[in-house]
């Protein structure tokens, strides 16, 4: 799986059943680029689309069961890792270093959201 794949994958675990594009807008990414994955995650049977009750041109992704047992193996290993260097740092600059990393992101998607609005 590409990290492209994982980062559909996931998305669309937290998403829940959602229309294809809004998963693209949700991701930042291009309708095309999100096809190419779902193509992929569908053939590998981890994703399904529907069709949308309410517009048929539109699609629904959801994730399958399969998806859902690799995305839990995954947090396991993510776990791991997490817990593993965490232990490498004192607890105070750990949660300091967590802190910083989210204020970054968090940033990242403002300044994603400015431009998207200042596009419009």
């Known amino acids: 799986m590409t990290h492209g794949e994982g980062r ?3 998305h669309a ?5 959602v ?4 998963l693209a807008e949700r991701m930042g990414i291009e309708a095309m680029t999100l ?4 193509d992929r995650l569908e053939r590998r049977g981890l994703v399904k689309r529907i ?6 041109r539109a699609k629904l992704i959801s994730v399958t069961e399969a998806a859902d047992v690799l995305l839990d193996a995954v947090r396991d290993v993510s776990i791991g890792i ?3 260097l965490a ?3 004192p607890e105070e600059d750990w949660q300091h270093f967590t802190a910083m990393l989210k204020a970054v992101r968090d940033k990242l998607l403002a300044m994603r959201s ?3 609005a200042n596009a419009a």
């Open 82 to 84: 997490r817990t593993d």
């Open 35 to 38: 096809s190419g994955h779902l």
């Open 87 to 89: 232990a490498e740092f």
């Open 51 to 56: 069709p949308d009750p309410v517009d048929r």
């Open 114 to 116: 400015d431009g998207q």
């Open 13 to 17: 675990s937290r998403a829940g059943t």
């Open 19 to 22: 229309r294809q594009n809004v």
């Open 8 to 10: 559909v994958l996931a």
